[in-house]
């Protein structure tokens, strides 16, 4: 049975740092791509950065590029999004899903795209960047 499991979501202060951890069950990590998303109140889930299943590249979304990182711990079965610099737009829901097809580079979906290119969502977990 496959299962994405969001933890590590919490309140921070603007220029904080905070690390969310994706567990994932049922499916290979090196095989199937990962990726992070999020969606803020009266906004549109939208992409913010994916991991390679069969090859480890990374993307991001412009906004987070140079402040977010993602990686993968394929023996653990947990993918993980480092957060840095964190910002008050950065306050979202946080959502860990498996794209669709495998063997290829992940693709950093946007909201017109997201629901084709992956399938299996975590439940969601909350980020908030106040002060």
């Known amino acids: 049975q496959v299962q994405l499991v969001e933890s590590g979501g919490g309140s921070v202060q603007p220029g904080g740092s905070l690390s969310l951890s994706c567990a994932i069950f049922?499916?290979?990590?090196?095989?199937?791509?990962i990726g992070w998303f999020r969606q803020a109140p009266g906004k549109e889930r939208e992409g913010v950065a994916c991991?390679?299943?069969?090859?480890?590249?990374?993307h991001y979304t412009n906004s987070v590029k140079g402040r977010f990182t993602i990686s993968r711990d394929i023996a653990g079965n947990a993918v993980y999004l480092l957060m840095t610099n964190l910002e008050p737009n950065d306050t979202a829901e946080y959502y860990c899903?498996?794209?669709?097809?495998?063997?290829?580079?992940?693709?950093?979906?946007?909201?017109?795209?997201?629901?084709?290119?992956?399938?299996?969502w975590g439940q969601g977990i909350q980020v908030t960047v106040s002060s």
């Open positions: 899903s498996r794209e669709r097809l495998p063997h290829r580079e992940c693709t950093v979906a946007t909201s017109a795209n997201l629901g084709r290119l992956y399938d299996y």
């Open positions: 049922g499916v290979r990590l090196d095989v199937y791509n």
């Open positions: 991991i390679g299943g069969w090859q480890d590249s990374t």
